[in-house]
């Protein structure tokens, strides 16, 4: 018999990203199909996306996203991936080069805030790699959706932190139907 | 030479506890001082604590309050004690009254239904002992005040849990200047 309180990953996953898959900017921008919503959280999804001229992010989320992500893949940016395993970079339609940087964490950052011309650097994920920037003490601010999913498991987002850390203060929130979304900023 | 950003439990515990101790509501309640927040925040506390007809709490909550209290301690209702040690209700000054229960949190809380004449139950804390009742899928609501500050340590609210647990939705969101508080809902 079902039980209908029971949700696997899948179920989890898809509830934990339906704010995002649910506007109209991120369908397009995946093209994954047309409609969705055009209310605050569409606008905050595009002017989140628009001010970033850079993202960095994990070997982890990258290998997962090499599988899922469309062949346009959804970044627009160069995109600077922390790994241990040099790779010559992978250059996608539609603006996302893909960079492999092997020299750490504050060597990816140089070259994200290179690219970025001016816009901003966007440290995409996982957890672990927000982790090795908070403890260098480089992120400015965050925006974090919370969704109301209990995964019983995975990377904590605020773990192996080294003391002192920054402070933050939320200075803005957005209450969505599927995530609140909650702005952090130093103070 | 000091570090501006580096702050100790104690300033720890303060920025958590800023946006109660702040409230006109809460100062009266533990006569710590005049004055306060008489806003959305002071409101919501006010709403909370006046539909509360009894509350079940764990030991160690129980043991920090015991001497951080005053006489006069802040329920104004019958207190439930999860403990292993048998121990006589201790009275206080105000209506409240601290019972010691060694049979479980569902003996408490048949027990707190009873006492509470109508009114909700509230589990004031720990973290522990909320998960007790989560994984009895006894919890029907939670307000969460999410304050920005790391603390590097500590129990976690959402761990230890059991598949399948309950599944919750935000239902309401009120912003304040220390604090976000989100209200949970089964959903």
């Known amino acids: 018999m079902s039980d209908p309180g029971h949700m696997g990953w899948d179920a989890k996953w898809g509830a934990l990203m339906a704010w995002i898959v649910n506007t109209q900017y991120f369908r397009e921008n995946l093209k994954i199909g047309s409609g969705g919503e055009t209310g605050p959280i569409n606008d905050l999804v595009r002017s989140t996306t628009e001010r970033i001229g850079a993202n960095i992010m994990g070997r982890r989320m990258f290998d997962q996203g090499e599988v899922a992500w469309p062949e346009e893949a959804p970044f627009h940016t160069p995109v600077y991936v922390l790994t241990h395993a040099p790779r010559e970079p ?17 060597r990816a ?4 805030k290179a690219a970025a011309g001016g816009r901003d650097v966007r440290i995409a994920g996982g957890a672990d790699v927000i982790q090795q920037f908070l403890n260098l003490d480089l992120i400015d601010e965050f925006e974090i959706a919370l969704a109301p999913v209990l995964f019983h498991g ?4 605020f773990e192996s932190l080294r003391e002192p850390g920054p402070r933050f203060r939320i200075d803005r929130v957005i209450n969505g139907p599927s995530a609140t979304h909650l702005h952090y900023v130093r103070g």
């Open 90 to 106: 992978w250059v996608r339609p539609g603006g996302t080069t893909f960079h492999f940087i092997t020299e750490g964490p504050e």
């Open 109 to 112: 950052l140089s070259l994200a």
């Open 154 to 157: 995975g990377r904590r987002l």
